[in-house]
């Protein structure tokens, strides 16, 4: 049935747009250190990024495996996307044939 199929097209829109907004706020309101810190935090006092954070470093020219090892640029580099609000759109949506919303 498509209402089920809308729905998880809806709650899927819905999740990105959240993760967008809440990336956009962090990036607005920390500075470099602390975004870097909360991307990457010591556990039991120690750093490490995980397979994906890994890649990005990869993706951005970055060889280098020890979190603590990067110079500020490439900490800055790593933690920012640096997304254009003024480029980018997108809105949230309700499906308006939710059982719910009737």
Known sequence: HLTGDIHAVTAANNLLAAQMDARIFHELTQK?????D????KIKGVRKF???QQRRLK?????????DSLTDDE????ARLNIDTNKIMWNRVVDL??????
């Not at 044939?97 to 009737?102: F, G, I, K, S, T």
């Open 59 to 67: 993706r951005l020219g970055i060889d280098k495996t020890d979190p």
């Open 97 to 102: 044939n939710d059982r719910y919303l009737r």
């Open 75 to 78: 900490r800055t580099k790593f």
């Open 32 to 36: 470099d250190g602390p975004l870097y």
């Open 38 to 41: 909360r991307l990457v935090p």
């Open 50 to 52: 995980s397979a994906i």
